[in-house]
Each structure stands twice: as structure tokens, then as C-alpha cells.
């Protein structure tokens, strides 16, 4: 797709300034480095904060200052449905029915809610299949549901292996690996992108994979939410959890969502956890002693939740919901492939990029020689991006604010300072 002739800034500022989408970049406030702007590259872990943030979390100081108690039923976005401000640019997001998404919690709260309903173990299908490199925080999580089942962790939680000699897991391996664990298996329960490797998974066959062997499926959206297109109702999976402090930038330690399907609406053998603010929104108030579940995954919701942080999150979803996710991703695709491109052109032999062309918008750059001193003098130059051990560089350009500028500038930097 590029060329030789793409290998030059004016060439990346003409494909910026032929593309309609780069009109989104001036919604963000960029951090500054000693230059002025830097570059940033780590909308996978903490997206920029767009600029109508403020304005959206002063709007609710205001009603509460103006209001007190009464913002719940005043203002110009009462609290007591503002969670139901998400629900719509949710669905749209990931595929899903309104009825099937909800912002509440974060993440691995809402991983752990999840868990307590569709990780449902018996003496012979217990098995739980992840990704290999699964998300630390996601393994303990695992690990302490399982234990607390009664299981061994060791005896029951199943990495997906790569062949030998290939640093992610081809398509067919996941679903032969699926199909070797049968009967035993319980849950299949991997992330959409893998957050190392940047890895994406067919949500659809793997999901398919699971149900044919009796078990369910599950999906984290972490590094997925806000980067790819879904259709997790059309695609039959369980549940699913994501942050919105990373793609969705809703700021740090934002809320975060959760998708049921549907089907498990209503079925009384599914344990939950429940708190007053999934209880029938007509009796709520009446305080009456008994849980009566609201008949959509808001039945999984506990506490009312914080409202700045939903202002926050509104202010985000504004902006997807004018961009929208398949003219993101569609960006997106162009601007990680411009990236790659522009890497191997002139970082040949130095470096290894480990993402396959299934993919989201970050990759995962494994340096050749250790990277530290690298990072250092990138860090130096203004260039914001993420290392993990021992040699891995974590680099997206994310649709909603990185340019063509931005990737063509940040490999100059890498070829100088290599
Ligand atoms: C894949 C994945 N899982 C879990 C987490 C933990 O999220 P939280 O601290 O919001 O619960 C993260 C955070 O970066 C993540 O990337």
C-alpha cells in the first residue's frame, strides 16, 4: 500500500490533510514536552483527554452546587438515569442491543461480576482457557475465582500455546486447542487485542468453538474498545468487560462496561451478585427487602454510580459517536500500516514487529538490542510511548488524534536515536 514516495514529510502531511477524519485531532488537549507538543503514542494505555471534558464534569459541579440532593432529579442531566446517557454509544460501539451494555464499575470488578455469573464450574467441565500473556491483573482475578470454586488454578486455568517458534497463536491452533480441551472446558475467557502482542481473536468462531464444546465465552475489551469493530450480539458471545480510560478516553481510572447477552436475561440458575442500583428501577425507592432484578445486564449494576466520571465518559462518547467506529477503524488501519511501513523502511534489522496483521492499531515492536537506553532517549525527545519488559515497545497511533505527521516524525526519532 506504501511506497518509497511515502517515506517523506510532505508526503505524510498530504495523506493528513486529504483524510476527513484528521478534523478529530483538534478536539484533544496533547501533552507538552521541552520542544512543545510531544509526540504520543499510548492511547492504549491512557487516551488524550479531549477538551469537552471539563465543560462536561463543571456542568455537574454546577448542578450540584445549584441543586444539592435535588441534581438527581434536576439539572440539565439528572443523575438518577444519567448512566443511561452511555448506553446507546455502548451498543453502538460493540455490537450489542441497548439492553445488553451498561457503564458501571471498572474493569476487573466487573471481570470478577462476570466471573460470579458464567464461570459456573462442576466436578468435570471446570477448565478456564486463556491467552498466553494474559493480562496480569486478569490471571489473578482467574486464579482467585477458580480458588475459591475449590479448584487448583494449576490444574485448571489452560494458556493457549503457539506453535513452535511463533510468538502468537495462529486462528485454527485456537480453535483445535478449544476443541482438545471438550468436555472439561467451562469458559473460554480471552482479550480482544491481547495486550502485549496486540493480537486480535475472530470473536464469532471462537465463540461458535466454545458453545459447540458446552462451554461459554467471554471476551476482555480492554485493549479492544474504542479500536475495533464488534458485534458481540450477532457473534452469540456471553459477556464481555472493558475499560474507557485507554481508546474510550474517558480519563484515569474511568468507568468501565460490560456486555451480557440477551439470552441470559431472566434465567434464575445464573448466580449474581446483586446491589440496590440493579433492582427494578419502578420498586427501587420503595426499599422493599427482596432483589428484583431489572431485566437487562443493568440487573448486574450495584451501587450508583460516580457522576463525574460518567461526564466524563459522555464527553468521550460525543465524539465517538459523531467519528464512528468503522470510520475509526477504517483510519486506523491505514495509519498502523503507514507506521509499519515507515518502520521497515528505515529501521531494517534493528527491530521485529510481533503483531500480526490481525490487529487493532497498536504494535508491539520487539527490539533487537535492550531497549532502555532507547526509551530513555526517546523520553528525552518528547516521544510518549510504552516499554514492557525485557524488549517490548508498545506504539499506536490512535484514529481519533495520532497523524501521519505524528508516525512519520516519531520513526525519524527511533532511526537517529537507535
Ligand atoms: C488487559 C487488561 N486487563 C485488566 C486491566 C486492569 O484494569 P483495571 O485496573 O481498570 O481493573 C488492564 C489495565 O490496563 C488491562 O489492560
Request: charged fraction near 20%; hydrophobic fraction near 35%.
Amino acid at each position: 500500500m506504501y511506497q518509497s514516495t511515502h517515506n517523506h514529510i510532505d508526503s505524510a502531511k498530504d495523506l493528513d490533510a486529504s483524510d476527513p477524519m484528521s478534523v478529530f485531532r483538534s478536539r484533544f488537549h496533547f501533552p507538552k514536552s521541552p520542544g512543545g507538543q510531544g509526540l504520543y503514542f499510548c492511547g492504549h494505555s491512557l487516551g488524550l483527554q479531549p477538551k469537552d471534558t471539563r465543560k462536561a464534569i463543571e456542568t455537574e459541579l454546577d448542578s450540584w452546587a445549584e441543586y444539592g440532593v435535588e441534581g438527581h432529579f434536576e439539572g440539565p442531566h439528572p443523575w438518577l438515569p444519567y448512566h443511561e446517557n452511555i448506553t446507546k454509544s455502548f451498543a453502538n460501539l460493540v455490537g450489542a442491543k441497548n439492553s445488553e451494555v451498561v457503564a458501571m464499575n471498572t474493569l476487573t470488578v466487573n471481570l470478577h461480576l462476570m466471573l460470579v455469573s458464567f464461570y459456573r464450574p462442576t466436578r468435570t467441565r471446570f477448565k478456564i482457557l486463556i491467552e498466553n500473556n494474559t493480562f496480569p491483573s486478569d490471571k489473578y482475578a482467574l486464579d482467585s475465582q477458580v480458588r475459591f470454586h475449590g479448584f487448583d488454578p494449576a490444574l485448571t486455568i489452560v494458556e493457549l500455546q503457539p506453535a513452535p517458534g511463533k510468538k502468537t497463536v495462529e486462528p485454527e491452533d485456537v480453535i483445535a486447542q478449544i476443541n482438545a480441551l471438550g468436555d472439561s472446558l467451562a469458559l473460554v475467557m480471552l482479550g480482544n487485542c491481547n495486550y502485549l502482542s496486540g493480537q486480535c481473536f475472530n470473536f464469532k468462531e471462537i465463540t461458535a468453538a466454545a458453545h459447540k464444546n458446552g462451554a461459554l465465552c467471554g471476551f476482555n475489551l480492554a485493549h479492544g474498545a474504542g479500536n475495533l469493530t464488534m458485534n458481540l450480539h450477532d457473534d452469540d458471545v456471553d459477556f464481555a468487560v472493558w475499560c474507557t480510560y485507554k481508546y474510550l478516553n474517558s480519563g484515569p481510572g474511568g468507568l468501565a462496561g460490560a456486555f451480557v447477552h440477551e439470552k441470559h436475561f431472566g434465567d434464575k440458575k445464573i448466580p449474581r451478585f446483586e446491589g440496590w442500583w440493579g433492582h427494578d428501577k419502578n420498586s427501587r425507592f420503595k426499599m422493599g427487602p427482596t432483589f428484583e432484578p431489572i431485566p437487562t445486564v443493568e440487573a448486574w449494576q450495584l451501587s450508583n454510580p460516580p457522576i463525574f466520571q460518567l461526564a466524563s465518559l459522555r464527553a468521550s462518547m460525543n465524539i465517538f459517536d459523531e467519528a464512528g467506529i468503522g470510520n475509526l477503524r477504517a483510519r486506523g488501519d491505514k495509519l498502523t500500516s503507514y507506521l509499519e511501513y515507515l518502520l521497515k523502511e528505515n529501521c531494517e534489522g534493528k527491530l521485529d514487529i510481533i503483531t500480526p496483521k490481525a490487529r487493532g492499531s497498536m504494535l508491539s515492536i520487539q527490539m533487537k538490542k535492550d531497549p532502555k537506553p532507547l526509551v530513555k532517549i526517546l523520553r528525552e525527545k518528547g516521544v510518549i510511548l510504552d516499554f514492557r519488559e525485557p524488549d517490548i515497545l508498545r506504539v499506536t497511533p490512535v484514529p481519533l488524534y495520532n497523524s501521519y505527521e505524528d508516525c512519520y516524525r516519531f520513526v525519524q526519532i527511533m532511526k537517529e536515536s537507535i
